[in-house]
């Protein structure tokens, strides 16, 4: 794809996301009003200023990601606006950020590329690690942690120049913090972690020597975690671990070890947290527990049913009767008011960013580069792979976000660095 046809692409998701504010607009009995083109604006200042570094720093970079990221974040803003207007002001102020937060990453990585990541493996561990602790602060504290839904995610920063108070989830640059450094790591060890073996008895197991700085980065990062309550992250971060090991190995020996740690953790959270055992209550049998757990799976199991082939039509759906739609429940919201077909397109436009990030990593001859577009390519497949599983009623839910489309300014942010890091990767390994 040239680098022409990608910026037609870039302004056609802005004006699908200012069309579908616009049909929003209608259906409500209004004019078009200034949202619509605040709206493509937004979207042309974000995706735009993205695509402008990408041409100034890394010019070589794979044209597929930008574009598919776009079309994602505009099916997105189009369901919060409908959903929630407030929540959809902040949405575009998030999507500003996050434009210039991918753009930044890309200038900072202009002279020495990603290697300077590799240099610094273990400093970047210590602020991932350190940002899964912020929300452990006291409530007292003028940047302090709160519990939000059960789990203790949140930070929150009282800024008395604005009067307001600013949130936001560290756990979301953490994840990409802690794939960089698994990465790195896994770069300078892989072969001696796919040969040196030791054996106990009639098994074959894999140096310790070799799996330690792993282990103990694994298990400091899941004790945070659960003690936060947060076991969607959690479970994101073990299948992340689990993932770029065998990526790295092609042992199965991970595989196995990991889901059989996955059911046994899954049986140990279900009868230690109570909010767990709701959540499985209402995977297996949500009409049972409708009036409680089970009432947001309904809601959702409603919507996409009602939804057809074709769907209600966008602002004719009841998306606003599920619980927590512009996050969680972002698909149910799509798939209702958009039908199979909506659905089929943000799916196929979720396939297309896996595939091409995955590419990337199979045309990567540098070890640490292959791992980290692997590694990275592998958090927004597993994100959406969980949060989808979770809204079809094939998985418990779990609480996470749906990558580029539900609301969140934390989730946009990480991701944008997701994708400016891929796409950095892909200009030097293409140069």
Known sequence: MSRTTEAALLVAAA????????????????????????????????FGGFYAAVRIWAPGASSLLLPTAAFLAAIGFVEIYRIDGDLAAIQRWSLIVAGAVGAGTLWLLRRSGVAILNRYRYVLLAIGVALLLLPLLPETWPIQGATVNGSRLWVRIEVPVLDRVLSFQPGEIAKVLITIFL???????????????????????????????????????FLILIYQRDLGASLLLFALFVTMLYMATARSFYVVTGAVLAIGGGVAAYLSFGHVARRIEAWIDPFAVYEDAGYQTVQGLFAMGSGSLTGSGIGL????????????????????????????????????????????????????????????????????????????????????????????????????????????VSHEERT
Do not use: C, H
Request: no cysteine.
């Open 183 to 221: 990465a790195s790591y896994l770069a300078e060890r892989a072969d001696a972690m796919a040969t040196v073996d030791r054996r106990i008895g009639p098994l074959k197991v894999p140096e310790p020597r070799n799996l330690g700085p792993i282990l103990v980065a694994a298990a400091i990062a």
């Open 15 to 46: 004006l699908l996301a200012a069309v579908g504010v616009a049909i929003t607009e209608f259906t409500r009995g209004n004019w078009l009003d200034a949202q619509v083109a605040i709206t493509f604006i937004v979207f042309l200042v974000s």
């Open 317 to 424: 759906g009841r998306p606003d009767l599920i619980p927590a739609a512009a996050t969680d429940f972002i698909f149910a919201a799509v798939a209702e008011e958009l039908g199979l077909a909506g659905s089929i397109a943000v799916l196929a436009a979720y396939a297309l960013f896996v595939a091409a990030g995955f590419g990337i990593a199979l045309r990567s001859k540098d070890r640490f580069r292959k791992y980290l577009a692997g590694g990275l390519t592998a958090v927004i497949a597993l994100q959406a792979l969980i949060i989808l599983a979770g809204v079809l009623r094939l998985f418990p839910i779990t609480g996470l976000t749906l990558p580029f489309m539900s609301y969140g300014g934390s989730s946009l942010v990480a991701n944008a660095i997701i994708v400016a890091l891929l796409l950095r």
